[in-house]
């Protein structure tokens, strides 16, 4: 096959142009730090690119829906850490009151300070975080206590917060269970037993028995919710290490080893130099540039 001066010419150009290609390939690899830009670039790592993001998305949510769970439980466990001290507080005066040598006075004085704490316990069972009431199952923005018109919470949903793919932790507490109506009839009952001058401390001592059963509910709820809060925190533990790890593999797939590009780029540099030198010598003088 007879080789022409022009066949030369456009191979040179061709390996010229391909070089350049490369160039601009690994240019554009440093400048973004990934290996594509396109899918059309590496199709299996475009792929498996959407595959892995979507598997971190989905691990950066359950991150934010951890926040959410530990505001739920948090919040809760404070206010009923509240109400427990404002129930060990009333019992205190009732084993003091059931003491038959308190007169009208102290009695009077007593009745004060358990109406005082009756309205503290009432306030504690409308506890909101945000916009959300804590003690009213999933009927989070109605107000679950209004005790001078005779409203106790009724909602026992669980709410659930998904924490990890499939796995719903319930957030909540029963909220009917603690802050019942039975409780705040029996202090009720209490304060009208202190008004009455008549009653002995006998009288006062029977609602003993009533009150520790409702600081026992309370009790009950707090260590289920406890119990609830050691798994949040492990389940906590074993996301984030998900979330390092869908992090790294994402980045192995897409991110560029910078050092081998970088020096890839210097050898591609060296190459063109080399291949710019030989075309200078194929690409000669020709007739033709002396007839002009």
């Given amino acids: 096959m007879r080789v022409t001066q022009s066949m030369l010419s456009s191979n ?19 400048a973004t730090q990934k290996k594509i830009s396109r899918p059309s670039d590496d199709p299996v790592v475009a792929m498996k690119g959407v595959l892995y993001r979507r598997n971190l998305t989905e691990v950066e949510q359950y991150k934010r829906n951890f926040s959410e769970a530990y505001n739920w439980v948090e919040n809760a466990d404070s206010s009923l850490d509240k109400a427990n001290q404002a129930m060990q507080r009333l019992r205190e005066l009732l084993v003091q009151t059931s003491n038959d040598t308190y007169d009208a006075d102290q009695r009077k004085t007593t009745r004060a300070e358990i109406e005082q704490l009756k309205e503290h316990i009432e306030e504690i069972g409308n506890t909101k975080f945000g916009d959300k009431y804590l003690f009213n199952g999933t009927d989070t923005t109605s107000k679950p206590l209004d005790v001078a018109n005779g409203e106790y919470p009724v909602n026992n949903e669980a ?8 796995v719903h932790i319930k957030v909540n507490i029963d909220g009917p269970a603690v802050f019942s109506q039975e409780m705040f009839d029996d202090i009720d009952n209490i304060l009208a037993t202190l008004d009455d001058e008549n009653s002995t401390g006998d009288d006062i001592n029977d609602y003993l028995t009533n009150m520790d059963t409702h600081m026992t509910n309370l009790s009950n709820e707090r260590s289920s919710l406890g119990a609830r809060y ?7 533990s074993r996301v984030s290490e998900q979330e390092v790890i869908a992090t790294r593999v994402m980045s192995d797939n897409e991110d560029i080893d910078f050092e081998k590009v970088i020096t890839d780029m210097k050898v591609q540099e060296s190459v063109h130099r080399a ?15 002396f007839l002009r």
């Fill in 159 to 166: 709410v659930e917060i998904e924490l990890s793919k499939g």
């Fill in 230 to 236: 050691n798994r949040i925190e492990l389940m906590d």
């Fill in 12 to 30: 040179m150009l061709r390996n010229l142009t391909q070089s350049y290609d490369k160039m601009g390939k690994q240019q554009e690899q440093i």
């Fill in 275 to 289: 291949a710019l030198s030989v075309g200078s010598r194929i690409i000669q003088p020709s007739l033709m540039d």
